[in-house]
């Protein structure tokens, strides 16, 4: 996984893709500039909502070869890591505040032969990152409460963003910084001169008029 790009990674996520066309879907994005495919799994406890689960993940694997970017808002997701990897997953994130034990989960991800992300949900601070930055792949921020897709972005995650960039800088770790929630063509720049490298849009994206140009325009 590159983490220097001289363009931002963006992944499309598909909770806000068309159900009863995926495959339709998938086809675009493998033909669009995105770099990975997002897929939010949701069980109705951590979030106050249910999308799909690894039956979703094992159809779009065998749609497309680009990396599947999966991000379990999920309780107790150690049962399921060596499921997800099965399904296809090649960079598979939990929920800080869903990880009891979080070092082990992050080292049992990486052991599974996947890259392994941490993500914060919006109340909770990135200091709290600071002792599992050595051996982590990617930090998502969400910049919206996850559990529902169309929400208005949280601007004070630009300063988080801002704050995670210097400990990673400091710590002179390789590590992506991503964003889901809210992210736009209005917000997209100023994410990156914050310090994120990879943007996650879902309705932005699939709700537009030509997707595929929605996701060069993200590109920058």
Not at 20 to 45: Q, R, T, V
Not at 61 to 77: A, E, F, G
Not at 80 to 93: H, N, Q
Request: some cysteine.
């Amino acid at each position: 996984m590159e983490t220097l790009k001289t363009r931002t990674i963006i992944a499309p996520s598909i909770l806000a893709a068309d159900f009863g066309n995926l495959a339709n879907d998938i086809i675009m994005l493998n033909n669009s500039e995105a770099d990975w495919i997002h897929c939010d799994i949701m069980d109705g406890l951590f979030v106050p909502n249910i999308s799909f689960g690894i039956p979703v993940v094992q159809a779009v694997r065998r749609l497309t070869k680009k990396p599947l970017d999966v991000h379990l808002m999920i309780v107790d997701p150690d049962r399921y890591l060596e499921k997800f990897r099965d399904a296809g997953a090649d960079i598979l994130t939990v929920q800080y505040e869903a990880c009891t034990h979080l070092n082990r989960t992050v080292g049992e991800i990486r052991n599974l032969g996947m890259k392994a992300g941490v993500a914060i949900n919006p109340h909770t601070p990135v200091i709290l990152l600071k002792n599992i930055l050595p051996v982590v792949d990617m930090v998502l921020i969400m910049s919206v409460n996850p559990g529902f897709g169309g929400q208005s972005f949280i601007t004070d995650s630009y300063g988080k963003i801002e704050e995670l960039r210097k400990m990673v800088k400091e710590g002179g770790y390789d590590i992506i910084i991503e964003v889901d929630g809210g992210v736009n063509s209005e917000n997209a720049r100023q994410l990156e001169k914050s310090g994120a490298n990879a943007l996650v849009a879902g309705n932005f994206v699939f709700n537009s008029p030509d997707p595929m140009a929605t996701i060069k325009n993200l590109k920058g």
